[in-house]
């Protein structure tokens, strides 16, 4: 029992991170229909930029925080100057960009940063909570806690303003937004921007747990591409049900099988449930028009 | 014919060995591309986990002669109807699949087979991989860069011309029609789930030859023949050269085989310089390389 609880909560944080993850894959695809596979490189970003601002004597929370604005900044200049230029082109050129543009931060963060693995120390230190037999990090519960702030903010920032409510328009409709007035170019920039920031205070928020490097990125993507598929695309509920999901058929896969086969079992549940459900837990099947 | 002809007048100009190794690997990956575009630019249908296939091309010629004796020209063939089979079973339910769903489930795909190929040391090495004994036809043993060049731009040319008249056939022509609508297609009476299987087929056996060549030409294989990165590579060459045109696959191969080569000057800005490439490259010719300057010249023309 001991044992189930442990995993269970290493799956939970570790599928809060890809449910953050998904969330950013949600939030674009919202806006512009892409799918955007530099998310992984925002992560690592995050993460990298807050160790070496912090090595260079810079306090840690405010480290932190110049990570996550010179992320987002990143996430805006990678819609001005690789997306808005291409705009037109078709989806799978869109989607060869976002790759490219991933390879290109990956290459870059290697010579800005180096090759080698980083940590940082976890907010709430290092003592291990005994809980019901299992051991669990307090920067677990950061983890989750963050990301359930996160998920709540985003949620009330949607539904209750202006701007949000600016985004749902263009998800839904994108030239009928545009005919009521909303500057639907502005609203894919500002789901760059959002995107990147959600990214990057993932990656500050899992550096602590599991190590970062400048290729830690391409992982992350995969798993959170995968999440937000798992749960349907365009759905911000399946990004989060589907980030917990695969970080929980992880852990338990890894702790009860083997750990060499985790990512496997995590795949292979992803292939039947899209084989029974073809639009992902919580998607919409499009009927297509001819 | 000018596809042909380059091939054989190419290596008039090549000064020394290097020059055959590349141009080698150009032609392998070609193929494994032509396979791929049949299936992205015909038939519509996204793959991002061909390397799988790669891989159990190339791991049949390494597994095979080690373990079982077999020779490894006979596994070329046994990798390429293992992956036929692999294709039509793993096929049939996903590519009912549509678009970025077909996109994850296809790359869970190729990710099994590259996490089965690195956790399965004994049969394959691990992650280190294995040796792959040298291919020999008739007690002659295949070596040296020059004989790989001219068998494998003699086998791509061979897949090109299947691949045209494939497309001009009346099931290429269905294809087409799949890509531009799947109901339009289906009213017409095409049966859309059994082109599409076959063509994924079709194509899962592109990459598997290309993959044996691969590993018998290099000597060696890791399981990264069949990573994520290798799918990337794989698409990222069909769209670069563009969709729906062979030629372009082509040039997409010959361009991310020869672009790394030539970008290893800039020692540590390679992948960064490489990554800004594909993003100029698809903002200004986004249809992909050869059928953008095909509309240009044709623009010209007018």
Known sequence: MAELLQFVF???????????????????????????????????LGGMTTVFVADAGVPLPLAALIAIIATTAIGLALHRFAIEPAR???????????????????????????????????????????????????????VLASATVIVVVLWLFIERTILGKAVIATAANRLAARLIGVDTRRIVAFSFGMSAAIGAIAGVLITPIAL??????????????????????GSALGAVVGGILIGMSEALAAGYLSSNYKDAVAFLIILIVLVAIPQGLFGRAKIERV | MVVAAAFVTMPWFFPS?????????????????????????????VSLGHAGFLGIGAYSVAIGPAHLGVPSWLCLFAGAVLSAAVAFFVGRPILRLKGHYLA??????????AIVLTNEAGLTGGPDGMTVPRLSLFGWSVRGSDVWYWIAGTTFVGGFVLALNLMESPSGRALQAIHDSEIAALVLGIDVARKKLTIFIISAVYASVAGSYLALFNGHVTPDVAGFLRSIELVAMVVLGGMGSILGSLVGAGLLVVLPQALTIFHEYEQALLGLILIVFMIFLRRGI?????????????
């Not at chain 1, 391409?218 to 999440?227: I, N, Q, R, S, V």
């Not at chain 2, 994850?104 to 087979?113: D, E």
């Not at chain 2, 300057?293 to 023309?301: K, Q």
């Open chain 1, 10 to 44: 290493s799956g939970l944080t570790v599928g809060a991170i890809y449910a953050l993850v998904a969330l950013g894959f949600t939030l674009i695809y919202k806006a512009s229909d892409i799918i955007n596979f530099a998310q992984g490189e925002f992560v690592m």
């Open chain 2, 104 to 113: 994850v489930a296809t790359l869970g795909f190729g990710l099994l087979v």
């Open chain 2, 290 to 302: 050869v059928p953008s300057i095909a509309a240009i010249i044709s623009g010209w023309r007018k």
């Open chain 2, 17 to 45: 060995a290097y020059y055959y190794r590349v141009g080698a690997l150009v032609f392998i990956f070609a193929l494994a591309v032509a396979g791929l575009n049949l299936l992205m630019g015909f038939a519509g249908q």
């Open chain 1, 212 to 233: 970062t490097s400048y290729d830690a990125g391409t992982l992350l993507a995969l798993k959170g591409f995968a999440a937000a598929m798992l749960g349907g695309i």
């Open chain 1, 88 to 142: 037109g082109a078709t989806s799978v050129a869109l989607i060869m960009i976002t790759i490219g543009a991933s390879i290109f931060l990956r290459g870059t963060a290697q010579i800005v940063f180096d090759r080698r693995f980083h940590s940082l120390p976890p907010l709430l230190g290092a003592d291990p909570i005994q809980f019901g037999g299992a051991t669990i990090l307090p920067q677990s519960l950061v």
